[in-house]
């Protein structure tokens, strides 16, 4: 009977030991899931203000982008225009860029 005793008892260590494992698995995983929806939410924020940036740059006239030729900071982005043809404009805002046709005096009607 005594010896029943310790081996119920072993049991019993054994699967709370068993439980107190998953336990620490469940909270790790809990804790990862959490990591990585505020990862998603901050990138979703911060693609948000670049996609906002990039509209007020393509909003601008063909003058105020000449006057932004180059490399700029503005806020904690790097902002890059280029103008490779006459009429064309390259925006590039963190991975997000665009070329947009702004004619000059000459080509417009």
């Known amino acids: 009977m005594r010896n029943e005793r310790g081996v119920v008892l072993l049991e019993v260590l054994a699967a709370l030991m068993i439980l107190g494992t998953?336990?620490?698995?469940?909270?790790?995983?809990?804790?990862?899931?959490?990591?990585?929806?505020?990862?998603a939410r901050d990138r979703e924020?911060?693609?948000t203000d670049a996609d906002?940036?990039?509209?007020?740059?393509?909003?601008l006239n063909r003058p105020a982008?000449?006057?932004?030729?180059?490399?700029?900071?503005?806020?904690?982005?790097?902002?890059?225009?280029?103008?490779?043809?006459e009429d064309l404009y390259r925006i590039a805002i963190g991975d997000l860029i665009t070329v947009v046709y702004k004619p000059g005096s000459s080509g417009a009607k």
């Open 45 to 47: 924020r911060e693609v």
């Open 65 to 85: 982008l000449d006057q932004r030729l180059g490399n700029r900071t503005v806020g904690r982005y790097l902002v890059n225009v280029q103008r490779p043809e």
């Open 22 to 39: 998953a336990a620490l698995v469940l909270v790790d995983l809990e804790s990862g899931g959490l990591r990585a929806t505020a990862s």
């Open 52 to 59: 906002r940036l990039m509209v007020a740059y393509t909003l």
